[in-house]
């Protein structure tokens, strides 16, 4: 299995949504957690599985995919072999805010 590994952005924005879900309901950090892992794990087994993004400049493909019952897309992109999470975008947010970490 490859590596996951976050971008630091990413990684603040992952501990912010789960403080968050953490404050709504006792619990529901854990069952997002365990849903997005899920998530990365299949995309690291099967990369294809995630649709590519299509339009952006960058020299590796970028993939997204969405924890539905959260309203967050994940995006990924593959360097050296490990998995990158570039950002954890909630789907109230601009959906290109993360562009700038690609350049």
């Known amino acids: 299995m490859r590596e996951v590994e976050f971008f630091e952005e990413a990684a603040a924005k992952l501990e912010e949504a ?3 879900l953490e404050q709504q309901r006792d619990g529901l950090a854990r069952t997002f957690l ?5 998530k ?5 087994s099967f990369p294809a599985s995630a649709p590519i993004i299509e339009g952006v400049a960058t020299d590796v493909e970028v993939r997204a995919f969405v924890v539905s ?4 897309s994940v995006i990924v992109i593959n360097v050296d072999g490990a998995l990158k999470v570039v950002a954890l975008a909630h789907h109230s947010r601009d959906p290109t805010y993360w ?5």
């Open 69 to 72: 019952r959260f309203h967050y």
């Open 18 to 20: 789960t403080d968050y």
């Open 40 to 44: 990365l794990q299949q995309l690291a």
């Open 99 to 103: 562009l700038a970490r690609l350049s």
């Open 34 to 38: 365990r849903e997005l892992d899920a």
